[in-house]
């Protein structure tokens, strides 16, 4: 297990010298990102004015206050609460992500698939896994919201935060095939098998 600290944006030589069980820590930017955001990206055709090349995205709606714009809230937004999402439903956005908006690193719960483990071999990425039921903590990593765009989606706009000390993270899929899920997936498969076979039952 390796400590990494990166200041974003990285390249894909950054991301592709991480290893499953290496912890991460970001700053200075972080775009949220979900379902419908997704969606009309990809499906509906719609572009966003936000550069998310070489930057990381989290699964996340969060909970936001509309405030006058200053300083402390250059889009006019107060964030109240910012938690993470399973990241199971926007499989299939892993790639386009990647392709289309140089996406590097995506931050969620509960893993990716095998499309999204072939995307990150094939152009060079990471799934950052953070645990459930972290959102107060996950708020405190973020300093202020800089921007948002397509906000008739709100609260699953496409959210730009500015962080510091975002983390630490655990690498769960890497660029060389690794995967932790995977592992604990086939792990409790085996143990199921053994214990069934302890009691005569043919799994």
């Not at 990647?98 to 990425?125: P, T």
Request: hydrophobic share 40%; aromatic share 6%; net charge negative.
């Amino acid at each position: 297990m390796t400590e990494h600290e990166f200041t974003m944006p990285v390249s894909e030589d950054d991301v592709r010298k991480l290893r499953i069980g290496d912890h991460v820590v970001l700053q200075d930017t972080l775009f949220g990102i979900r379902d419908a955001t997704l969606i009309h990206m990809f499906d509906k055709g719609r572009k966003t004015r936000l550069d998310l090349n070489g930057h990381a995205v989290i699964h996340t709606a969060p909970n936001v206050k509309k405030v006058p714009v200053s300083n402390s809230c250059p889009a006019g937004y107060q964030s109240i609460c910012i938690g993470t999402t399973t990241s199971a439903r926007m499989e299939r956005f892993t790639r386009p992500l990647m392709e289309r908006d140089g996406v590097r690193m995506i931050i969620g719960k509960g893993g990716l698939g095998e499309e999204s483990a072939k995307a990150f071999q094939d152009l060079g990425g990471v799934y950052l896994a953070i645990i459930g039921g972290t959102a107060a903590l996950e708020t405190t990593w973020i300093e202020k919201i800089l921007d948002v765009d397509m906000d008739d989606l709100n609260p699953e706009s496409l959210w730009q935060f500015k962080i510091k000390d975002f983390g630490p993270l655990l690498v769960g899929m890497d660029a060389h095939g690794g995967s932790l899920f995977e592992e604990v997936r086939a792990n409790a498969q085996d143990k199921r098998a053994a214990a069934l076979a302890r009691m005569g039952i043919d799994s």
